[in-house]
């Protein structure tokens, strides 16, 4: 018999089972995991997938790996994706249990269904998270996690108002740095005086994409939420959909999550923002630059994707294992400094705080912060001036037109 049927029933059977008792000592329904106490390591987490295009098949896949994941449905507006992940899971399984629907609504209203992964384009992503706490769902959100500001923290209030364990998805804040953190922090390099954060592209533009037939099957205004009404084209489901700004905000959102994230936690900076942002001037001025309030600056930009640069050394180059220079040791002790819970990195973390009710690494705040930066930096590109930033209020000080950009209209009915 196929192992994974042994180790794994169907989602059929797991109902069942759960419903009669008869798999009471190895699965536990929703109202019992977390939510009163912690669970036993074997306990079961019925997860589903919102949004499978390709990082959202991805995580799909990185999920069922886990043998205390159970996989029961995938939605996504486009049928050709959310088929793709369905069969995935179904292969994986060993059956064909696996349901699947355009509309997200129908995953947040099953009862057997305790947390979901959102991998949806992201000006999803603060809805679907709102819902998700609405419904007592726990949440692996996709980066970069929100399209505004304010969305960032409204999502933060819905996530700490309802109790859910909400991880947002960028490994790379921790993963692609190994000690660099502990590092920086420990003062391998002194007082951390600058930062520099390299990214591949930069930011988004208006959509003016020519309009093409809707593809039969495509629920193309679910695919558009809250963005304006315009026609179908096929490279918005196709992921180009970061370069336009309906949408997303391009490669500084894209990437920027990834790295600002990672240079915020390095530099112990990844629960505020800073005071001031300033579009590039030429010689003067050659990079976007954030100012924080104790003088700290980190730029948007620089040949390599982070260099920190201390009092006494600048760490550059990419990943650890080919930079740490041998000189460069941190400060004997204890350094305050969080990490993946669990195994398994990313999604081992998350799954790990669903059983424990813990905090996940990258938390709903550090999330929003790191986001807020790829923001504000775009709004100061767009407008093409300095700003000025409240990281308190979460609002620029004396400009209207850049704080109508903080946040947006949303269509009928996708607000939050």
């Known amino acids: 018999m196929n192992q994974r049927l042994i180790d794994r029933p169907s989602r059929r059977q797991f109902l069942k089972a759960t419903a009669t008792g008869s798999l009471a000592p190895l699965f536990l329904p929703s109202a019992t995991l977390g939510r009163a106490g912690t669970t036993g390591p074997n306990s079961r987490i019925v997860m589903a997938s919102i949004g499978t295009g390709g990082r959202g098949t991805s995580n799909t896949r990185h999920f069922a790996r886990f043998q205390q994941v159970q996989l029961v449905a ?3 507006p486009v049928p050709a994706h959310r088929q793709r992940a369905r069969d995935l899971v179904n292969r994986h399984y060993g059956n064909n249990d696996c349901e699947t629907t355009a509309d997200f609504r129908e995953v947040l209203a099953r009862k057997d269904i305790d947390a979901i992964m959102i991998g949806t384009p992201d000006h999803w992503h603060a809805y679907i998270t709102v819902a998700a706490c609405k419904a007592k769902k726990d949440v692996f959100c996709e980066k970069p996690e929100t399209l505004t500001v304010r969305e960032g923290r409204v999502m933060a209030n819905a996530i700490e108002a309802s109790g859910i364990v909400f991880s947002g998805g960028s490994q790379r804040v921790l993963g692609d740095y190994g000690s660099w953190p502990r590092l920086v922090r ?24 020519p309009a093409e037939e809707t593809p039969e099957g495509v629920a193309w205004d679910m695919w558009l939420g809250q963005a304006p009404v315009r026609p179908f084209h096929h490279s918005l489901i196709r992921g180009q959909f970061r370069k336009y700004r309906e949408y997303s905000g391009g490669g500084m959102t894209d990437w920027g999550a990834h790295r600002f994230g990672a240079a915020m936690f390095a530099v112990g900076r990844h629960q505020t923002g800073p005071t ?10 050659p990079y976007l630059t954030y100012t924080f309030a104790d003088g700290l600056k980190m730029y948007q930009g620089g040949t390599d994707n982070l260099i920190y ?15 740490r220079p041998a000189s460069f040791t941190p400060v004997e002790g204890d350094v305050d400094m969080k990490g993946y819970k669990g195994s398994g990195g990313l999604f081992g973390d998350f799954l790990h705080c669903v059983q424990t009710r813990e905090t996940p690494f990258r938390d709903i705040e550090s999330a929003h912060r790191a986001c807020t930066m790829c923001h504000i930096g775009n ?10 930033w409240d990281p308190n209020r979460e609002q620029f ?20």
């Open 397 to 416: 000080l004396g400009d209207e037109e850049a704080n109508s950009w903080v946040r947006r209209e949303k269509r009928a009915p996708w607000t939050v």
């Open 276 to 285: 001031k942002v300033e579009p590039p001037r030429g010689s003067e001025l």
């Open 74 to 76: 995938t939605c996504d």
């Open 186 to 209: 420990g003062g391998g390099i002194g007082e951390v005086k600058e930062v520099f954060v390299g990214l591949p592209w930069g930011s988004s533009v208006p959509c003016d994409l």
């Open 309 to 323: 640069v201390g009092s006494e050394g600048v760490l550059t180059k990419g990943k650890d294992a080919q930079t």
């Open 379 to 388: 709004i100061a590109l767009w407008l093409d001036r300095p700003l000025k």
